[in-house]
């Protein structure tokens, strides 16, 4: 079993709080270190025994076997610069970002010569509950992370990084930058921003008061993930604008041919939609990959 | 305690079969006939004791006190016009439909001068699954009962209606058809077509296992009622096509300005409105309903 002997945890929120505490149930780390904006946020995290010390960043990353940096993605960017100079050449950087091509720019602009060291990664385990008291040793159980390496990484820091998220209890799937930024864009960011934009049109409603008092459960489901951390979702939307732009447009140019098809009151073809969404959801749900189509390899 | 002789329901899947067991289990009711299209379905209610025999349309509404109507809104003008020259003198009709003002013009036209014994009824309850399988006795625990009472109603029928619905652990509240329906346009039935788009879009595009397989629990909770019965919603789109059609020329304008704010790299707005719908969303979640605009009274 490998041994990380000090991790620093760069952001200690749900994500990176999370991951310290799996890490220390899989006995695989010595001294957990905390680094963060905000004071209180890290006494929590030590009084909880997430952290087992907090210091500064550039202390953290002179002594550090491992950084984690779990913030915000624009936030990155300053880090990368703050770290590079004090990295021991050992070393292993990763992220947790859910974009990744903005990270990889970053982190070759704040590495520089050092970018072998740094592994960019995806843990896909978000929660609409942000902050250190949300953590949990279990996050990352049966999830995916994925893995976007760079190429001047050697095998075994790509090695190093599986590890690490598999003692997580994650499994680990590779690829490019640009598919995964694509990939999250459909799936994880376009729902986000589709929740955010519907609650807040609610919400500045002048009967905002009746329509939330009559809002069910397919209402709060379809919207748990609107009351995720607004600067987190900021940084993303900003960061894999492109990728989200294109995905936006399809997405209105859907909305707008479902809206011809209600005003034209063409029953077939309203519920021949309603079909495809419900079989689909339904093979997904029941693990039926083979159900979908697959003509982009 | 007021007892139901006899109640017919018209459709046993999950509401309609619901309701016959919250009946049973507060021991209001006699017998419980079911009347369906399926008869393997009916056999099905009869097996799990959530009918106690099967009948037809006609025979069920001669003999029944109590007449719930719980098919897909687009078959009840059919049903109101069958059961119309049988229905007992003192028997009250009531549909659970999702859209009120077509089932009130459908039922007037069934029913003719009989428009009196029809209180119509819309339980918030909804759920992905369909079926009598599905069927739970405590399914409208804490959960709301919309009455949208015609002009003809005297004020027993009504009090009838509301406690039915309270003996099966519903809150009860009454408004008018038109407000019924341009709220859950709003609050249910546009959530549910963006849904339907969605899993549809992502189903149809070539690379769609690749996205499937990297959908996480985001996607999951904001899809869940793209797994919704088809029929059903076919219906809900059909017959609330105004109230529908805007609700999602709102939406459209409400996203094609988000997707301005993505599109300008407009950091300050993109982050105003996550927050402000992170903050209604916590609040509603809370119970604060008070957090809300009332400006429309």
Request: glycine share 6%.
């Given at each position: ?237 900003l960061n894999n604008r492109e990728a989200l ?53």
């Amino acid at each position: 079993m490998f041994k990380i002997e000090r991790i620093a945890i760069v952001g200690v929120g749900l994500i990176g709080g999370s991951t310290a505490l799996a890490l220390k149930r899989a006995g695989v780390v010595g001294e957990v270190i905390g680094v963060g904006r905000n004071a209180a946020s890290l006494a929590e995290a030590k009084r909880l025994n997430v952290i087992d010390r907090a210091c500064d960043l550039a202390e953290a990353a002179a002594i550090a076997d491992c950084i984690l940096i779990a913030t915000p993605v624009r936030q990155m960017p300053a880090i990368f610069a703050t770290v590079a100079p004090h990295l021991k050449a050992n070393a292993l950087v990763m992220d947790a970002g859910s974009t990744k091509q903005d990270v990889v720019a970053a982190a070759r602009i704040g590495l520089d010569h050092k970018i072998a060291q740094f592994v960019p990664a995806h843990p896909i385990a978000g929660r609409e509950i942000a902050g250190v008291a949300a953590a949990d040793a279990a996050l990352y159980k049966g999830k995916k992370v994925v893995l976007t390496p760079v190429v001047e990484n050697p095998p075994e820091a790509i090695a190093r990084a599986e590890a690490i998220w598999r003692a997580c209890g994650a499994t680990v799937q590779a690829m490019s930058a640009e598919a995964h930024d694509a990939i999250f864009a459909a799936v994880s960011h376009l729902p986000h921003l589709l929740a955010f934009a519907l609650v807040d049109e609610f919400a500045g409603r002048p009967n905002a008061k009746t329509l939330f008092a009559f809002a069910a459960s397919g209402f709060r489901d379809f919207t748990r993930i609107a009351g995720s951390h607004p600067e987190m979702w900021r940084d993303i939307a900003l960061n894999n604008r492109e990728a989200l732009l294109a995905e936006m447009d399809l997405y209105i140019k859907k909305i707008g041919q479902f809206r011809e098809l209600v005003a034209q009151s063409d029953a077939a073809q309203i519920e021949a939609v309603m079909q495809r969404s419900h079989d689909a959801k339904a093979n997904w749900l029941a693990g039926d990959l083979e159900y979908f189509r697959d003509e982009s390899v």
